[in-house]
């Protein structure tokens, strides 16, 4: 069983991370948005966009304490699928709340600071999603690894838009900050160290 989910891991997925997506489609059929639907798709796709960051920088910390491949193999799915989202979250404000009006959309990024961090932390992103091919990979070599760590400030950045755009409610954003904190305490020096020694510890019976 775990053999069969392991080869189907990327299937399996790619399926998961379309739910919130046909959710959101099935809403807007039944016409159950709410009083506010742009609102509610706009929050609901940053929200989305956020998990799907922080689930794939899972990955190297699950890889190290499992000893498992699997993780690696649908980490840059997560992050692509954490940018379409993205580009849903921003398209919703551009497109739906603002109708292209830039005039307003520059007077949002100059007068609030969560627009701001928002659009720093796609603008992030764009280069991300356009080396995430292996043929970008192998020519970039060591910059890919370097272009790519910017995943962490972009997560930050993520999480600092969602606090400053609220004003009340701050635990779910809390929940995240607290799931990045731990994830960058996973890739200190220190820790990296101790999941290996875990990893090798002989079991009882094995003497």
Same mark, same amino acid.
Not at 46 to 71: E, S
Not at 162 to 191: C, D, H, N, S
């Given at each position: ?7 189907? =891991? ?15 489609a ?18 609901? /796709?940053?929200?989305? %966009? ?9 990955? *190297? ?13 649908i ?5 692509? #699928?954490?940018?379409? @989202?993205?580009?849903?979250?921003? /398209? ?10 830039? @005039?307003?959309?520059? @007077? ?5 600071? #969560? ?13 991300? %999603?356009? *080396?995430?091919? $292996? ?6 070599? $060591?910059?890919?690894k ?15 838009? @969602?606090?400053?755009?609220? $004003? ?6 809390? =929940? ?26 002989? *079991?009882?019976?094995? /003497?």
């Open positions: 069983m775990r053999t069969l989910l392991v080869k189907h =891991i990327k299937p399996v997925c790619f399926v998961l991370c379309c739910l919130p997506l046909a959710y959101l099935t809403l807007f059929l039944m016409d159950e948005l709410g009083a506010n639907p742009i609102e509610w798709v706009t929050r609901f /796709s940053g929200t989305w %966009a956020l998990r799907m960051l922080l689930i794939a920088l899972m990955a *190297t910390p699950l890889q190290r304490g499992l000893g498992a491949v699997w993780p690696f193999r980490r840059r799915m997560l992050g692509l #699928f954490g940018f379409f @989202y993205v580009t849903v979250h921003l /398209s919703s404000y551009i497109v739906l709340d603002q109708f292209f009006d830039w @005039y307003e959309i520059y @007077y949002d990024l100059v007068e609030r600071p #969560f627009i701001m961090a928002g659009m720093v932390a796609f603008v992030l992103l764009i280069p991300l %999603a356009i *080396t995430s091919t $292996k043929k970008m990979m192998r020519r970039l070599g $060591k910059r890919w370097q272009l790519h760590r910017s995943v962490y400030l972009i997560a930050a950045l993520g999480i600092l838009h @969602y606090f400053l755009l609220i $004003k009340l409610g701050w635990f779910e954003p809390a =929940i995240y900050l607290l799931v990045y904190t731990l994830l960058m305490i996973m890739r200190m020096p220190l820790t990296k160290m101790l999941s290996q020694v875990v990893r090798r510890e002989p *079991t009882p019976d094995s /003497s």
